[in-house]
């Protein structure tokens, strides 16, 4: 009698399991599936904790996080090498000071597996004893930067117009040169205190897309220049002050052909009127990456008129 009904009890356990599997699976059917990576796990459950603590405290946020995730033929380890720290984590710092428009400080707060995964904060700035917690921004430097930092390379992976970001260009240049000379690909997430999360990655494409904005082209025009000779040197240049100020603006002219200015004898505190080339080397977002002025002869001096009484 008891061993059958601990037969009979084991085969309701296994039709219940095999009733309750059917009805999870019939319900995952229904409701549909998604592949979803860890940083969308993560960012719901950063949402979800700021919910839960606001239940309790409406003005309660959250600590602001930075994830950096390098990805790479030698990051299988989940190691960071001392040079990739060396060279990777002060332009990103750079690069979020730009974007903020004010000093941004990051600390490392950890290192996981999963390539290699980087996970810093930032630098608690420190509050006098008499400041207020209503006077805290509603928005941190930090935040502010990484939300500008996230759209530029958003817009370098999809080879979009980056000319609205101009200013940040160089520091991100500097962080995608670092990359490419340890053939990684980088990966940013940023919680931000109010539960939000931005993403962005700069890999092998957008850094191609770096180095074709890199390239210039020369845009030259003619103009005079007039004021007196402050430097001289035979190789052929000389230094032109425009006025007599200590902030008065110079010219560097160069002389294609330092004979010609050998001949002639110019000496220091001269007034001279020059014309010349004036080039710039602009790159494709507009910045000009050289300026020069070049010697092209002598401008006739400009007399003033005298004014009709």
């Known amino acids: 009698m008891t061993t059958g009904d601990s037969w009979r009890e084991r085969r309701r356990s296994i039709l219940g399991a095999e009733g309750a599997a059917e009805i999870a699976a019939s319900l995952l059917e229904e409701m549909g599936t998604e592949d979803r990576d860890d940083e969308e796990i993560e960012a719901e459950h950063h949402a979800s904790r700021l919910a839960a603590v606001r239940e309790y405290d409406p003005e309660a946020r959250l600590d602001e996080v930075l994830q950096l995730r390098l990805t790479g033929p030698d990051t299988e380890a989940g190691a960071l090498r001392f040079q990739w720290g060396d060279a990777l984590l002060h332009p990103v710092e750079a690069a979020v000071s730009m974007a903020a428009g004010t000093p941004v400080e990051l600390e490392l707060t ?22 207020h917690a209503l006077d805290t921004p509603a928005t941190s430097a930090a935040s502010t930067g990484m939300s500008t930092l996230t759209k530029l390379l958003s817009a370098l992976e999809s080879e979009s117009d980056v000319r609205e970001w101009a200013r940040l260009f160089d520091a991100v240049e500097a962080l995608s040169r670092a990359l490419g000379k340890y ?10 205190a109010e539960g939000g999360a931005r993403r962005a990655q700069l890999t092998e494409r957008g850094r191609r897309y770096v180095e074709l904005l890199r390239e210039t082209r020369d845009r030259d025009q003619e103009m005079v220049i007039s004021g ?5 040197r035979e190789s052929g240049w000389v230094k032109v002050k425009t006025g007599t100020a200590k902030n008065a603006y110079a010219y560097d002219v160069r002389f294609e052909e330092p004979e010609e ?30 300026t020069e002025y070049t010697y092209l002869g002598p401008a006739a001096e400009q007399i003033s008129l005298p004014l009709e009484s």
């Open 261 to 290: 200015l050998l001949r002639m004898r110019p000496g220091l505190g001269d007034n001279v009127h020059f014309r010349v080339r004036f080039r710039q080397r602009l790159d494709s977002v507009g910045i000009a990456r050289s």
């Open 228 to 232: 007196r000779i402050t430097e001289l």
């Open 110 to 131: 950890g290192i996981s597996a999963g390539s290699t995964v980087v996970h810093a904060r930032p630098v608690a700035p420190v509050l006098s004893p008499e400041a």
């Open 183 to 192: 053939r990684l690909d980088l990966g940013v997430t940023w919680y931000d």
